[in-house]
């Protein structure tokens, strides 16, 4: 795919290095000539300098060639900017906007085809926000992933001694808990994928991947990490563009505390924060710590935009005796050194965005993407069509699919007729040998693998005979 | 084989420089809607975009064979086009494509239309075919090798 990408800041050099490593034809725009140097020292792409709300800079791109924009500069009005000029003069198919503003998604006439021309708008902080609220919300979770608009989640949770199913075989998972279906998709025992059958035995310390319908989430993580104390007390340091959006979205619920080291922005934040402690100091300062009472925190979490703060705040916060700690970390090399032991989650915020702009690169009917464990596996849903003779999937039982080792289907999202999944009559099909697959499914795919991807693409796309 | 409206000099293009797939698409596009009453090239470029979406056209050897559907035509509708360097289209054996077959056929698709989708591919397998389409000089000569069959 020949893929244009507009800024060379955090989201556009990490989308970048994603997607070249897949075999992309990149171009990245940006107006610092020293930033993109040092991006092509390091990356198999091309470069051009300049101002990329301008046609001349964008044509210079090879947007005319372009299959997919990616409008990720610092600044909206760049970024609608180029888009409308992306389909007006060079009639690329696909745009997608980076929108920090809630003022333009407020009003979607501005975004479509007679407006700015935006096909997709995302917005980074408000993916990692919305992750964060999940992870307030079920603490006994390291990652909770929705699909077909919410009614599917896909749960990474670790094993501990005293969840009920731990030492018991998957299969025994229906036994314990009737009412309730649910699908073991992947285990990661010592970081190594085992694809689970019915006779694998869980084990304490195993990270598991299940997928099930929302509303049963909460019964299958008791069983296999049994129920932690809810969450009430939450420490949030950095109050910037995603702390801010947090504590603006739990302070109802729980109790909120944030810590902003600049003083004119924790006035602000004091002022518009109606329902959190807003505090003006160092999240690393140990007596600030101790004297916002760090050891009665359920959930210490470290949200600044630098890593080295955000590291030193949350291990900080532990020792001190925060129950849970979550720290933002944007260098791969950094979360490598802390895993596990030192903080409970490293979240690499690349990592949570990048999974929207995937949707767009893989091949077929894709409706979301989620890259998993640092990029290594993914989770797919795809919307499959066509008949018994142009599809190798419709018509035929799960047991029948002849998917590679590694790959497994966890759920099948139906709506009842040729409604979209938002008309509350879809099901949600978890994932037996006799489900039989219907078109426009949307079926749910773990990929223990990457580099399967490819492969899984190419067997439910279309056959030539589709029109 | 050929109905004699499928395809005319007029919507044949020969040695075109095009550099990807959605150029060539679009190029596609704007040779099908060439001289049709009803039909507009970006409409049919983002018809044939979706089915794309859905599933590589690339047959492999170099040919593809983009189609889709549209409510606006009532007959099937043809267009060709040989580029000067192959592009990269994503094709099921990764050969990137330097001619393109395209097909725009009627909202209620029929058997007669599986059965020209299957009359081209067959017609394209023939390594004889391929290479007489490369070399080629000019629509007219093209035309003819994809009547001689």
Known sequence: ?467 | MFSPDLISEARIGCGMEIASKKRLLETLAELLAKDHPRIQAETVFERLLERERLGSTGLGHGIALPHARLKDVTQVLGAFVQTSKGVDYDAADGEPVDLAFALLVPEEANEEHLQLLAHLASLFSKAGIRSRLREAASAADLLEVLKSD
């Open chain 1, 1 to 467: 795919m020949k893929i244009v990408i507009l800024g060379a800041g955090q989201v556009g050099s990490s989308v970048a290095e994603r997607l070249v490593s897949e075999a992309n034809d990149i171009t990245v725009v940006d107006l610092d000539a020293r930033g993109l140097q040092q991006l092509q020292e390091r990356l198999d792409l091309r470069t051009v300098t300049g101002n990329a709300a301008l046609p001349s800079v964008l044509r210079e791109a090879g947007l005319q060639d372009a299959d997919l924009l990616i409008a990720v500069t610092q600044s909206d009005q760049t970024n609608l900017c180029a888009c409308r000029t992306a389909a007006t003069l060079f009639k690329v198919p696909t745009k997608i906007a980076r929108l920090r503003s809630g003022d333009y998604i407020r009003h979607p006439e501005l975004l479509d085809d007679n407006g700015f021309c935006v096909d997709f708008n995302i917005c980074p902080e408000q993916i990692i926000t919305d992750y964060l609220i999940k992870l307030i919300e079920f603490p006994e979770a390291l990652q909770v992933l929705e699909f077909a608009d919410g009614l599917v989640s896909l749960v990474a949770v670790r094993a501990v001694e005293g969840g009920p199913m731990v030492g018991h075989p998957v299969a025994d998972l229906r036994e314990h808990i009737p009412r309730i279906d649910a699908r073991i998709a992947a285990i990661y025992r010592k970081d190594q994928p085992i694809t689970p059958t019915g006779d694998t035995r869980l084990r304490p310390g195993d990270e598991v991947f299940y997928l099930a319908a929302r509303r049963d989430i909460r019964q299958v993580l008791n069983e296999l990490h049994g129920r932690d104390r809810p969450t009430r007390r939450i420490m949030i340091a950095g109050g910037g563009n995603i702390g801010s959006r947090l504590a603006t979205a739990t302070q109802d619920r729980y109790q909120v505390k944030v810590i902003e080291i600049d003083e004119d922005r924790a006035k602000a934040l004091g002022a518009s924060l109606n329902g959190s402690l807003v505090l003006w100091g160092d999240a690393t300062d140990e007596n600030l710590l101790n004297a916002e009472n760090i050891e009665d925190m359920d959930l210490f979490l470290a949200l600044t935009n630098d890593d080295e703060n955000n590291i030193m705040a949350g291990l900080l916060a532990k020792s001190l005796g925060a129950r849970r700690v979550l720290a933002l970390i944007n260098r791969r090399a950094y979360a490598d050194l802390l895993q596990a032991d030192r903080l409970d989650i490293a979240i690499s915020p690349a990592q949570i965005s990048i999974g929207t702009l995937l949707a767009r690169v893989r091949r077929g009917d894709v409706a979301a993407v989620h890259s998993l464990r640092r990029g290594a596996a993914e989770a797919l849903e795809f919307v499959v069509h066509g008949d018994m003779s142009t599809s190798k999937v419709i018509g035929r039982r799960l047991a029948a699919l002849n998917l590679p080792d590694g790959v497994s289907v966890g759920a099948i999202v139906r709506a009842s007729s040729q409604d979209s999944l938002g008309s509350g009559q879809a099901r949600v099909l978890i994932a037996h040998d006799d489900l039989v697959i219907e078109p426009e499914d949307h079926v749910i795919l773990f990929v223990a693998r990457k580099g399967l991807v490819r492969q899984v693409e190419r067997y439910l796309q279309v056959g030539l005979a589709y029109f």
